[in-house]
């Protein structure tokens, strides 16, 4: 069984930054692909970024390139998104995402694994 477990969210300010965190546990990620979704209030759920964990590969949402960064440690099996520049419609709760097989990084389809989400509030 395989657990995606998201810490790091919380309030910022326009133009500020947070980092999430996404540690995994059980069957690693290894040669496939993580990522990160978002859904805001009476919004559908979202595609942000992801990396593909055999080469750190990263793909991003046209919204969010410049300002976020996707990354992960092998050794901790764990992957972050640092969020910087950000906007009050950057809040949302953040799911950390995973899948065992490619496909495309854009579609909620691709995944098979979500953490239970994390909050992300900017504040004007």
């Known amino acids: 069984q395989v657990q995606l477990v998201e810490s790091g969210g919380g309030l910022a300010q326009a133009g500020g930054s947070l980092r999430l965190s996404c540690a995994t546990s059980?069957?690693?990620?290894?040669?496939?692909?993580m990522g990160w979704f978002r859904q805001a209030p009476g919004k559908e759920r979202e595609y942000v970024s992801a990396i593909r964990w055999s080469d750190g590969r990263t793909y991003y949402a046209n919204f969010v390139k410049g300002r976020f960064t996707i990354s992960r440690d092998n050794d901790k099996n764990t992957v972050y998104l640092q969020m910087n520049s950000l906007k009050p419609e950057d809040t949302a709760v953040y799911y950390c995402v995973g899948s065992h097989t490619s496909g495309p990084y854009d579609l909620r389809s691709t995944y098979n694994y979500w953490g239970q989400g994390t909050q992300v509030t900017v504040s004007s």
């Open positions: 059980g069957r690693t990620f290894r040669n496939v692909v």
